[in-house]
């Protein structure tokens, strides 16, 4: 508990500073490159599987510039293909300290697989690489996937819709938003998480800790 009211009490101290500290990391504004795109982070919220406001007045979403472009591109072929819709991001670039307080939620616990253990470097998002994102229509509505974002369930699963339909674990409608979703994101170049159908990245672990900078704020 006590390890927990520190965390928490770090992320309180450092919530007004994230904005300027992803700009010095070399992070852009999705919403300078897309300013279309619709961010609501989770995270900056209590509308989320831990119930905090990790970000405190955190609302910008921020990327890797190339990372940022990339979306930029996905937006613009989703408005291509669905008049009136729109990307929703809602999680980008995560500083390091959230991580850890994110992790401590989930240790011990089968949910553990599902946030990039810190002792272990991180994850994705601490590099500014990737992005959770879905889909909104004409009236701001998410479209159904299947799953609620931050759902650590068999139905967020990827690359076996057709599987899942099968076994009525999610509906056809849903697997085609997903498909949706994913098709668009990955023609960009993007890669999917197999565990997460919101989860977007550029690049592997391996060349994030070989060539860029963590965000350890």
Same mark, same amino acid.
């Given at each position: 508990m006590k390890l927990l009211f520190l965390l928490l009490a770090g992320l309180t101290l450092? %919530? +007004?500073? #994230?904005? @300027?500290? &992803?700009?010095? %990391?070399? !992070? $852009?504004? $999705? %919403? *300078? $490159?897309a300013p279309d795109v619709v961010v609501r982070l /989770?995270? /900056? *919220? *209590?509308?989320? #599987? *831990? +119930?905090?406001? &990790?970000?405190?007045?955190?609302r910008r979403a921020y990327l890797r510039p190339e990372v940022a472009q990339m979306v930029a591109a996905a937006q613009k072929k989703l408005q /291509? /293909?669905? %008049?009136?819709? @729109? !990307? !929703?991001?809602?999680?980008a670039a995560r500083p390091f300290s959230v991580q850890k307080y994110m992790y401590s939620l989930v240790a011990g616990t089968p949910q553990r697989r599902y946030v990039a253990n810190p002792a272990n470097g991180g994850g994705k998002?601490?590099?500014g690489a990737a992005v959770d994102v879905t889909i909104i229509d004409s009236q701001g509505v998410q479209l159904d996937m299947g799953s609620p974002f931050d759902s650590f369930i068999e139905a967020s699963h990827t690359g076996s819709e057709s599987d899942l339909v099968a076994r009525g674990v999610i509906t056809r409608a849903q697997a085609d938003n997903r498909a949706l979703l994913t098709n668009i994101m990955k023609s960009v170049g993007f890669h999917q998480d197999p565990n997460e159908w919101w989860h977007f990245d550029r690049y592997t672990m391996a060349q994030l800790r070989a060539g860029y900078k963590r965000l350890d704020f």
């Open positions: 450092n %919530a +007004g500073q #994230f904005d @300027s500290r &992803m700009r010095e %990391a070399g !992070l $852009v504004d $999705v %919403a *300078t $490159v /989770a995270y /900056a *919220t *209590t509308d989320n #599987f *831990t +119930g905090v406001n &990790m970000y405190g007045e955190l /291509a /293909a669905r %008049a009136g819709h @729109s !990307l !929703l991001i809602l999680d998002h601490n590099y």
